[in-house]
């Protein structure tokens, strides 16, 4: 099973970009079958889907969020990324990178960014 570390700066500007980097160790990010995932959950609220990106090909995101996010891969440093642009006080949430594969989903412990002036 992998092991995921989500890491990048607990505090971002409104109207800034967010920017989180996953890094994965036990398997490479572009073993066949693995989708890379972003996942948040505000304060007092559920979890929400950010967006995916397979071992191979493009990215899939949130129809809410689709306009301001981007993910991607940086394979030399076994890493995805995720860029929340225009951001808001409503994007203050913890983020979580999960691995997932043929039914096993492998969770990073999160990280909380916090949008404010």
Do not use: H
């Amino acid at each position: 099973q992998v092991q995921l570390q989500e890491s990048g700066p607990g505090l971002v500007k409104p109207s800034q970009t967010l920017s989180l980097t996953c890094t994965v160790s036990g398997d490479s990010i572009t073993t066949d079958n693995y989708y890379w995932t972003w996942i948040r959950q505000p304060p007092g609220k559920g979890l929400e889907w950010i967006g995916d990106i397979p071992s191979s090909g493009s990215a899939y995101y949130s129809p809410s969020l689709e306009s301001r996010v981007s993910i991607s891969r940086d394979t030399s440093k076994n890493q995805f990324t995720l860029q929340l642009s225009s951001v808001t006080p409503e994007d203050t949430a913890v983020y979580y990178c999960v691995g997932r594969v043929v039914g096993v989903d492998s969770w990073g412990k999160g990280t909380l960014v916090t949008v404010s002036s």
